[in-house]
């Protein structure tokens, strides 16, 4: 079993529409959570960090954690083609500089017009 | 934002040749270097960690004398594939990470090595 499970997708949705994501993980020790971004060979790009539970607001993006259950969700709202990309969630059990991040598979998200 | 280059973003080489790929931090001095690996529609493989002035520390499985590692300076990290070959072709992605912030590593655009 992965430690970090995410669904690979692809996840398509017209445009407009929410696009929901999720991994779980099996290690009650990670506390702190990511989701990157990444376009088609390009490296990936933070967009959200987290590390208690509960929500996480930043303009379109949502973050969810619900360290009893193991599971962190993003949301997009309004969601537009160039969010089109592959999203991965990751997390680390501490909270230091230089610190291992754990990868989920990674979903890819095709936002149509 | 915290910005990180990789260079070469592309190489093509023969079978048995040795590649060198650049990280550079650009703003920011950098810790902490890391080095991935990602096939076609799979996430990040973690290869290694390395410090600056410091050997590098790499994951089970990856090995360390066919994957050296230099982080020589604060902005300067490299991977050397040394006699490559075809199943090494992948996409290499180095992140970076700044002394005293939280463990948020800034990802380069990665580099797609493919040897024939």
């Known amino acids: 079993q992965k430690e970090v499970e995410q669904d690979p997708g692809p996840l398509s949705v017209p445009e407009g529409a929410i696009v929901s994501l999720n991994c779980t993980y099996s290690?009650?020790?990670?506390?702190?959570f990511m989701w990157y971004r990444q376009y088609s060979r390009k490296g990936p790009e933070l967009l959200m960090y987290?590390?208690?539970?509960g929500n996480k607001e930043d303009g379109r993006f949502t973050a969810q954690v619900d360290k009893s259950s193991k599971y962190i969700s993003l949301f997009i709202r309004d969601s537009q083609p160039s969010d089109s990309a592959t999203y991965l969630c990751?997390?680390?059990?501490?909270?230091?500089?230089?610190?291992?991040?754990?990868f989920g598979g990674g979903t890819r998200v095709l936002v149509k017009p | 934002g915290a910005v990180v280059s990789q260079h070469p973003s592309w190489v093509i080489c023969k079978s048995g040749t040795s590649v060198k790929i650049e990280c550079r931090s650009l703003?920011?001095?950098?810790?902490?270097m890391f080095w991935y690996r990602q096939f076609p529609k799979q996430s990040l493989m973690l290869m290694a960690t390395?410090?600056?002035?410091?050997?590098?520390?790499?994951e089970q499985g990856v090995e360390k004398d066919k994957f050296l590692i230099n982080h020589a300076s604060l902005t300067l990290s490299t991977l050397t594939v040394t006699s490559a070959h075809p199943e090494d072709s992948s996409f290499y992605i180095c992140?970076?990470?700044?002394?005293?912030?939280?463990?948020?590593?800034?990802f380069g655009p990665g580099t797609r090595l493919t040897v024939l």
């Open positions: 703003d920011f001095q950098a810790t902490t």
């Open positions: 992140s970076a990470s700044e002394a005293g912030s939280y463990n948020e590593q800034f």
């Open positions: 390395s410090n600056e002035g410091s050997k590098a520390t790499y």
């Open positions: 290690n009650s020790a990670f506390q702190y």
């Open positions: 987290t590390y208690s539970s």
């Open positions: 990751a997390m680390s059990l501490i909270k230091a500089a230089g610190n291992k991040l754990t």
